[in-house]
């Protein structure tokens, strides 16, 4: 079954989209490099994904037959590694040392008391089994955190914070992870991707009921603004990868003018 073609084809096309996904922050970080500052912009959704990316490299080696996985989540550690690094040298110096805390509480600190609880506690196909119930829970928790900017577009009648082809390029990631576990008969891969589905198609909806719908002002200027990540050309492995996230670029606590689907927008890409 390993050997299915399908599967082989499904894990290409996923990770053809899932690399998308992770570079899909360029054009962020070649205008942090351009204006030597990365104040107004967020370094935890690149955190969050090279945690998420660790995870499913640690999964995917714990099992066989998983090769595809390990592959897009290696690439997305490099990209993600870069982008935090570049975040880290324009970073003010109280942004940059909260960066560096987050890191080392969850880069370092989780994934080290993960890596050490299962190699001491689980052996054989009990491990791999309880890395994949990890990966599997951080990934529906990730996919399930746009419900806030759902709920914003619902209040506001805009569809300024959720840019469609993010919501495409995110749920055709989410269909070929899951045809890739399915056919894999993987349920650690597969469930979470029915989430990140259902939620994909719930925001494409959105977006066609509120794409010409008349902006709800009153409602606009009670929300708090927040950072702007980048308009993207066309971010999962489930990944694939939001709630407001706190601002981690002002120094008085509050982000610059902009859309932030994209900070929220987590990438898991599996």
């Known amino acids: 079954m390993a050997n299915h073609p399908l599967i082989f084809a499904f894990g290409i096309l996923g990770n053809i989209i899932s690399f998308t996904v992770f570079i899909s922050p360029v054009p962020t970080f070649y205008g942090i490099v351009k204006k030597k500052s990365a104040e ?29 996985i390990i592959t897009i989540n290696s690439f997305g550690c490099i990209a993600e590694t870069i982008y935090i690094a570049i975040y880290f040298a324009y970073a003010t110096k109280k942004t940059r040392m909260q960066t560096l805390r987050l890191v080392l509480l969850l880069n370092f600190g989780g994934f080290g008391l993960i890596l050490f609880l299962t190699q001491i506690l ?10 994949g119930w990890i990966c599997m829970a951080f990934s529906i928790s990730v996919f399930v955190a746009p419900l806030s900017i759902m709920g914003r577009v619902i209040r506001t009648k805009s569809v300024e914070f959720m840019p469609f082809n993010l919501s495409l390029t995110l749920t055709l990631s989410a269909v070929m992870w899951f045809l890739y576990g399915l056919l894999l008969r993987d349920i650690y891969v597969t469930v979470p991707n029915i989430a990140g589905m259902v939620l994909g198609v719930l925001q494409m909806v959105l977006y066609g009921i509120y794409r010409n719908a008349k902006p709800n002002q009153a409602e606009e200027k009670k929300l708090p603004t927040v950072v702007k990540l980048e308009e993207l050309p066309t971010k999962v492995n489930s990944e694939v990868y939001p709630v407001s996230l706190p601002s981690m670029g002002s120094e008085n606590g509050e982000a610059k003018d902009g859309k932030h689907f994209e900070d929220a927008q987590i990438k898991s890409l599996v």
């Open 40 to 68: 107004g912009f967020q370094s935890v959704p690149y955190v969050v994904a090279l945690f998420s990316s660790m995870l499913w490299i640690y999964y995917a080696m714990t099992k066989t037959n998983e090769t595809l």
């Open 122 to 131: 689980c052996k054989g196909a009990k491990r791999a089994e309880v890395i």
